[in-house]
T-cell receptor, first 116, second 111 residues
Framework: DAGITQSPRHKVTETGTPVTLRCHQT?????MYWYRQDPGHGLRLIHY???????DKGEVSDGYSVSRSKTEDFLLTLESATSSQTSVYFC???????????????FGPGTRLTVL | GQQVMQIPQYQHVQEGEDFTTYCNSS?????IQWYKQRPGGHPVFLIQ?????EVKKQKRLTFQFGEAKKNSSLHITATQTTDVGTYFC???????????FGQGTRLTINP
């Protein structure tokens, strides 16, 4: 497995509280992503980063913000958690586009977040 | 926006039976990727298909990319209990480095 860690692995919080999830990689990959996984919806992209301090929104970005101050770290923040943000959150990384070969994403172990 | 639909959502088979999951995109894809997620685990890359009509095999798994590059399938021959999990297809969206995932097909197997 690629060197990706997520912290915390589990978190229970209350509605209205801020939450920050951390993704750390040791692969020096340029691209980093945050997904959420919910039953019946597969994996949906929240935000992604294409370099230090370069980030953009995904398909379900409302209520989330991200920051990437170093290549190895990508933070996902829920400014004011809501019950609808209860989910499993996965971080992923990928290398720069290659003309030949695969451009797969490598996923971290996930963080299970429960918002009460 | 671009959508990737995957069917069926669930499939239960007896061990030894074959299994197929189908992926359909609303737009032409430059490539398609397949991932497997074991229960309680994280998605793991299986394969990428790039060429129209491409067929790739990995032991008992056969992956196909349609001629129009809008659909794909994964077929498992003679399933084993180790095949249990959810299989996702994914295609690039809004640039090669972003993916849109299908909803996944959850495979369960009766030993």
């Amino acid at each position: 497995d690629a060197g990706i860690t997520q912290s915390p692995r589990h978190k229970v919080t209350e509605t209205g509280t801020p939450v920050t999830l951390r993704c750390h990689q040791t692969e020096n990959h340029r691209y980093m992503y945050w997904y959420r996984q919910d039953p019946g919806h597969g994996l949906r992209l929240i935000h992604y980063s294409y370099g230090v301090k370069d980030t953009d929104k995904g398909e379900v970005s409302d209520g989330y913000s991200v920051s990437r101050s170093k290549t190895e770290d990508f933070l996902l923040t829920l400014e004011s958690a809501t019950s609808s943000q209860t989910s499993v959150y996965f971080c992923a990384i990928s290398e720069a586009l290659r003309l030949a070969g695969d451009n797969e994403q490598f996923f971290g172990p996930g963080t299970r977040l429960t918002v009460l | 926006g671009q959508q990737v639909m995957q069917i069926p959502q669930y499939q239960h088979v007896q061990e030894g039976e074959d299994f197929t999951t189908y992926c359909n995109s609303s737009t032409t894809l430059s490539n398609i990727q397949w991932y497997k997620q074991r229960p309680g685990g994280h998605p793991v890359f299986l394969i990428q298909l790039v060429k129209s009509g491409e067929v790739k095999k990995q032991k008992r798994l056969t992956f196909q990319f349609g001629e129009a590059k809008k659909n794909s399938s994964l077929h498992i021959t003679a399933t084993q209990t180790t095949d249990v999990g959810t299989y996702f297809c994914a295609g690039p969206r809004g640039g090669a480095q972003k993916l849109v995932f299908g909803q996944g097909t959850r495979l369960t197997i009766n030993p």
